[in-house]
């Protein structure tokens, strides 16, 4: 399957396992000769935050287990590293203390549903970027979630987009060498699928003339894409299908209605993770003249079959087999799951970027429209 910006984004949080060892470790220890000396305040305390940062051995059972569990873990590591940065202010390794516990909450509160990092930690990054004595490792990391943090306000605050394509530009250029540079410039590309600013449209136009074949050959394809975006939403969304219950779907027949279009895959955990939001708020607005239609792009029609089912979902699926080359999802040029689009009343696409924890308060709106 591929994958969203999102997920994409979940992966890369997670940083390098570099942030795990110390930039610069202190001296053994021993001296020259030998001898064992006393650890110092500071060294014993730094091994005990070591120890805070080991995965936990004990194998959870259950889904909810494994979630617990890592809850936990990263708490832990979030308080041992904010206990070493306040109890030893002028070594320098608190500046890798702050970083892993800035990444702890950023990974603690993904794990809750909670993409956004609050305003302290964001604040937490950028002290450790502009620290004149922190190791360049630990900056480039900082810098690199600071980066993607931007990426996590675009549906929120789309001039987000213009923050992150800066700080992406710069990353890139200060680090070049860092293992996620390139991955970073790929997502900035990407990004510009639905990137709604007048910046974002001159940044493709450079990327679509870039010398580099790989870039170019990508751009072209968001053009195309955003052109085949801006063709959908010049009139009433044109769909049909006959579902996995052989029942006949046509969109023009729900007219009156709100209905949200779900483009997803049983192999991708964020589409699963959405679909799991949605069901609810299907239940609660259903009667209300909310309508769902599901547009799965697996090739395996079991295992779309036994998500349906796991999940609950009550509403119409469309699935050809097809996988990537499903004939719906490839005639409006879906290229990533969960891709989700709200059409009001008249039939018309009004977003594409609602994921499910605002829908329900979208949806309340547009059924009172």
């Given at each position: 399957m591929k994958h969203t910006l999102a997920p994409a984004l979940a992966i890369l949080l997670s940083t390098t396992a570099a942030l795990a060892a110390d930039p610069e470790p202190a001296a053994p220890n021993s001296s020259p000769g030998g001898e064992q000396r006393l650890l110092l305040p500071a060294d014993a305390a730094w091994k005990k935050f070591e120890e805070s940062q080991k995965q936990p051995t004990t194998k959870p059972t259950t889904r909810n287990e494994a979630l617990?569990?890592?809850?936990?873990?990263?708490?832990?590591?979030?308080?041992?590293?904010?206990?070493?940065?306040?109890?030893?202010?002028?070594?320098?390794?608190?500046?890798?203390?702050?970083?892993?516990?800035?990444?702890?909450?950023?990974?603690?509160?993904?794990?809750?549903?909670?993409?956004?990092a609050p305003a302290t930690t964001r604040?937490?990054?950028d002290e450790i970027i502009s620290a004149?004595?922190?190791?360049?490792?630990?900056?480039?990391?900082?810098?690199f979630m600071r980066t993607i943090n931007y990426a996590t306000e675009f549906r929120a605050k789309p001039?987000?987009?213009?923050?992150?394509?800066?700080?992406?530009?710069?990353?890139?250029?200060?680090?070049?060498?860092?293992?996620?540079?390139?991955?970073?410039?790929?997502?900035d590309l990407r990004s510009l699928a639905e990137d709604p600013t007048t910046e974002g449209a001159a940044?493709?136009?450079?990327?679509?003339?870039?010398?580099?074949?790989?870039?170019?050959?990508?751009?072209?394809?968001?053009?195309?894409?955003?052109?085949?975006?801006?063709?959908?939403?010049?009139?009433?969304?044109?769909?049909?299908?006959?579902?996995?219950n052989n029942k006949d779907?046509?969109?023009?027949?729900?007219?009156?209605?709100?209905?949200l279009v779900v483009f997803w895959g049983s192999g991708s955990q964020q589409s699963l993770a959405?679909?799991?939001?949605?069901?609810?708020?299907?239940?609660?607005l259903h009667p209300k003249g909310f309508e769902v239609l599901g547009i799965s792009l697996d090739a395996d029609k079991v295992k779309m079959q036994e998500a349906v089912k796991k999940l609950g979902m009550a509403w119409p699926q469309y699935f050809d087999g097809g996988g990537w080359k499903n004939k719906i999802s490839s005639k409006f040029l879906i290229d990533a799951v969960p891709t989700m689009w709200l059409i009001d009343k008249k039939g018309?696409?009004?977003?594409?970027?609602?994921?499910?924890?605002?829908?329900?308060?979208?949806v309340l709106k547009m059924l009172a429209q």
């Open positions: 617990d569990q890592a809850q936990t873990w990263l708490t832990s590591q979030q308080k041992a590293a904010d206990e070493f940065a306040k109890e030893f202010p002028k070594d320098r390794r608190r500046w890798q203390a702050k970083l892993i516990a800035a990444r702890a909450d950023l990974q603690s509160r993904r794990l809750r549903g909670q993409a956004e604040a937490q990054l004149g004595d922190a190791p360049t490792p630990v900056k480039a990391e900082a810098a001039e987000s987009y213009i923050a992150f394509h800066q700080a992406a530009a710069d990353f890139v250029a200060k680090y070049p060498a860092h293992p996620a540079a390139t991955q970073l410039e790929e997502l940044l493709l136009k450079k990327y679509l003339v870039s010398t580099d074949a790989r870039t170019a050959e990508i751009a072209k394809q968001i053009h195309a894409k955003r052109s085949k975006m801006e063709e959908v939403r010049q009139k009433p969304v044109e769909l049909q299908f006959t579902d996995t779907v046509d969109l023009a027949l729900l007219r009156g209605k709100v209905v959405e679909l799991a939001g949605i069901v609810p708020t299907y239940g609660k018309n696409l009004r977003t594409t970027s609602l994921r499910s924890d605002g829908l329900e308060s979208v």
